[in-house]
């Protein structure tokens, strides 16, 4: 690429000019100034803009575990179980690591194509005066996991279990997802001619 085509990729500097600056300047040089920062500006704002637009893209598409990179999800003392997600021929399958929670004490919503697992985990770990944790490495208080479903699935065929630590949860695809044979219909004596 030339030096003339990096000068016209590159978006014009805003200048910001102080009151006394302003003064100075001939009223035409000032209106000139002007219109070239509002044009440089709104190029800056449109490709902020667009660079808003892809994150947000992301964070739809990965979910929260997106938001937590990009330290939106909040300062909330929130962790996330590890998940694992199957996608089979009639239906999706969801595995949450989950140790040590019961039924209880998990929520579980589908929103459109995002599910969600939400509860509390106590570890169970407790100090008293003169005890000292020296480490602390299971995760405890609340969690949530937000995962996007990859096809539509049917909200009114779900089902979960939890069994030695383990979340299952079993989404049915929905009627439009789920592959069909399609018959072809023999056409004997009716053939092309030769």
């Known amino acids: 690429m030339s030096t003339a085509e990096n000068h016209q990729a590159d978006p014009e500097p805003v200048h910001v000019s102080t009151e006394e600056e302003a003064g100075e300047q001939p009223q035409a040089e000032q209106t000139e100034q002007s219109e070239t920062s509002g044009a440089?500006?709104?190029?800056?704002?449109?490709?902020l803009r667009t660079e808003f637009d892809k994150l947000l893209g992301i964070a739809v598409e990965q979910g929260e575990r997106a938001l937590d990179k990009l330290g939106l999800f909040g300062n909330e003392a929130v962790w996330m179980p590890r998940v694992d997600l199957l996608e089979q021929e009639e239906q999706v399958q969801v595995y949450f690591d989950l140790p040590g929670v019961?039924?209880?004490?998990?929520?579980?919503?589908?929103?459109?194509?995002?599910?969600?697992?939400?509860?509390?985990?106590?570890?169970?770990?407790?100090?008293?005066t003169g005890q000292t944790v020296r480490m602390s490495e299971r995760p405890s208080g609340q969690f949530r996991r937000s995962v996007p479903m990859p096809v539509a699935v049917d909200p009114d065929k779900v089902t979960a279990s939890v069994q030695n630590g383990i979340l299952s949860v079993l989404l049915e695809k929905s009627s439009t997802e789920k592959p069909r044979q399609i018959p072809i219909n023999s056409a004997s004596g009716a053939g092309f001619a030769s």
Request: no cysteine; net charge neutral; proline share 0%.
């Open 40 to 47: 440089g500006a709104q190029k800056s704002i449109d490709r």
């Open 102 to 128: 019961t039924a209880e004490e998990i929520n579980i919503t589908l929103a459109g194509n995002m599910l969600t697992v939400t509860g509390t985990r106590s570890t169970g770990t407790t100090t008293t």
